[in-house]
Structures are given as C-alpha cells and as structure tokens.
C-alpha cells in the first residue's frame, strides 16, 4: 500500500486534473480535527457511550432523557465547532466543479458553515440543528433549531461529559415538545438505524449518478460499514471512478473503508491532506 508521499499525490493531481465528474464520501473523520468525535475511531463515541444502543428509534422509546442527553451534549460540541481546512478544500472544490457532490454521513453542519455550495451537497444522515415532531397528526413536522440548550433541563451543565459521569434522569415533562400540536415529544433530525434516509436526497443523488461516468470517488474520514450510504463506492466504480482513500488509519485490510483495492491510499488527518491534494 502506497503511503502519502509526493509519487503517490502527483498521480492523483493527474487523475484529478483529468476528472470532471467526482463524488465524495465523507464520514466522522472529516470533522475530528474541528474537535468532534468519531463513531467508530479511538475515543469514539461508541466507546464512551453505547452509541449503538443510542441511535436507534427503540432507544428514544425506551429512554428520551438518556438519548436526548446524548445528542444535546453533541449538538453543543457541533454548535461551538469551527469547520477545517478539509471542510473548506471540498467547499473550494465545489465552487470551482459544479459536477462534484459531497456525500456526508455527517450530522454537524460543518461543511455549510464551510461555505459548501448546498445544490452540491447531501447530508444523508440529517442534521443536528433540526429537530421533528414524533406525532403522526403533525405529520412529524421538522424544525431547524439552533439553541445550545431545547430546554433548561437539556443545559450544557447537565450534559453528560463522558462515560464516567451519569447521565441525569430527566423528568418527561422538561424535555422538548412540539410548539405546534404541544403533544408530541420532539426528536434529533437525524437518521437512526432502521430507519430510511431522506427520500429527495438519495433520488438527487441517484439523478446525479445516472448523468453518466464517474471520473473519481473520494473516500474520505469514514470506516464504511453505514448501509446504504458505503454502498456508493461501489456504484462509482461501476461508472468507472478510481477511488482515493483519506484516513488516519490505513491498514492492511483489503476492504478498508468500505473499498476494495483503492487506487490511492492517504493516510493521515483530511483538515491536512485534502488541502494539499485537492488544490
Ligand atoms: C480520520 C480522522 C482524520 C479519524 N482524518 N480520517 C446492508 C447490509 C448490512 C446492513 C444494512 C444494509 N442496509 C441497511 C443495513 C442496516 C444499517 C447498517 O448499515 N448497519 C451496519 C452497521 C451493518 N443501516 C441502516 O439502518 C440505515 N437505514 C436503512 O438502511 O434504511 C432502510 C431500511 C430500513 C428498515 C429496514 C431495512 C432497511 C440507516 C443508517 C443510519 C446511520 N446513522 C448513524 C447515526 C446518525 C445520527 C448521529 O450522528 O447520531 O450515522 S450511525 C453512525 O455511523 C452515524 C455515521 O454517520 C455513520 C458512519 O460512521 P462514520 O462516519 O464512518 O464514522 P466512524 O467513526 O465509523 O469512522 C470514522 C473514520 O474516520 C475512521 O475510519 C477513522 O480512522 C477516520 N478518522 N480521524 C481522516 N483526522
Ligand atoms: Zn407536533
């Protein structure tokens, strides 16, 4: 596997000189150098919280208070993020290729405060600053909300900083309720397990595969095991992408990234090698 060393980044300038239609498929990596954590790495969120028990809809039903916790403690950390000079070389890209998109599985809104043009943009996996309403007679309306706490109880002191200190066990009532129909409990805008993505973005993006072939896909700060979300990596490279691969881990795992034999393997932290190869 070839490392990142100048050899490796001159044939890729090459390919992306040549490159017209380019899609990238960013994950949790593109964002740990703005400070947030991963899922899956080393200090993930997984570890300290059983995020998979967290991200799922039968994990709301059971326990709001805990989950609400969860994402309360993450929209805040989102919230006070800067975006990364990652965030802003695929913005950069993007104004200057109006036929590259950025997939992201990200939930922070990072890559819009980096200026990333939104027609180019697909955060499949929804958005911390939206929160919907779980009543079915609200049609489960979604609001954008951008305050660090929905409610006094849901305050950034009461939020779990790490695993060893207890989540509180927060009363029904002081969590956050529709401001519509004041009955149903409100919910992170965001895509748990089990549940179907946003239905207009994955047909833009199908719309925008089925344009024609695909020059490059761009892997970039993801472990690649999301369904169906990894599953794009194989469909450029039925269009015909070669396939680069940007992560701090590179090892000796054929299918790393969700990729099989990658053409390019970066390793290292995006917010330094994105500039770098995309320029
Ligand atoms: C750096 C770095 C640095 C660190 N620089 N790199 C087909 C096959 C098998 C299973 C399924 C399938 N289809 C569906 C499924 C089930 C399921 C699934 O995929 N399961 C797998 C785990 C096996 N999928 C679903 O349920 C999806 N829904 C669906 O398919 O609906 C249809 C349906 C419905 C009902 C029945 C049947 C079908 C929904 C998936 C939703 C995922 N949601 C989450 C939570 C979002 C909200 C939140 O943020 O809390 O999305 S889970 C979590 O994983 C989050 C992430 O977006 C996602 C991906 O993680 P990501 O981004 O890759 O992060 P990490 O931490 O894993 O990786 C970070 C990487 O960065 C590492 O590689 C580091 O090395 C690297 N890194 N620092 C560069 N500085
Ligand atoms: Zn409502």
């Known amino acids: 596997y070839i490392e990142h060393d100048p050899t490796n980044s001159h044939t890729f300038k090459t390919h992306l000189l040549k490159s017209k239609r380019i899609l990238a498929l960013c994950g949790a990596g593109l964002s740990a150098s703005s ?3 991963t899922f899956r790495g080393a200090g ?3 570890r ?3 995020a998979m028990s967290l991200a799922t809809p039968q994990a709301f039903v059971k326990d709001p208070s805990l989950v609400w916790q969860f994402y309360s403690a993450r929209r805040q950390a989102a919230f006070s993020a800067k975006p990364n000079a990652a965030h802003l070389a695929l913005a950069a890209l993007s104004v200057k290729n109006k036929d590259f998109i950025t997939v992201t599985q990200n939930v922070d809104g990072l890559s819009p405060r980096a200026g990333h043009p939104p027609e180019q943009l697909y ?5 911390l600053s939206t929160v919907k309403c779980t009543s079915v007679f609200c049609s489960y309306t979604e609001y954008n909300n951008f305050k660090m706490a929905l409610t006094p109880a849901l305050g950034p002191t009461r939020a779990p900083a790490d695993a060893d200190t207890q989540p509180a066990n927060i009363p029904l009532n002081e969590l956050p309720f529709c401001p519509k129909c004041k009955i149903g409990m409100m919910r992170p805008g965001v895509v748990w397990f089990n549940e179907t993505l946003p239905n207009d973005l994955l047909e833009g993006i199908d719309e925008w595969i089925d ?3 695909i020059d490059l896909c761009l892997v970039i700060g993801t472990t690649g095991k999301v369904w169906p979300a990894a599953g794009y990596i194989e469909i450029c490279k039925e269009k015909g992408a070669r396939v680069a691969v940007i992560n701090m881990e590179i090892n000796d795992d054929p ?3 969700g990729v099989n034999n990658a053409d390019w393997l970066f390793k290292g ?3 330094q090698i994105l500039p770098d190869i995309l320029q």
């Open 269 to 271: 932290d995006c917010a």
């Open 44 to 46: 993930g969120l997984w």
């Open 255 to 257: 299918h790393l990234g």
């Open 123 to 127: 955060p499949v996996h929804g958005a």
């Open 48 to 50: 300290t919280h059983d």
């Open 35 to 37: 400070g947030l954590a």
């Open 211 to 213: 344009q024609g072939p």
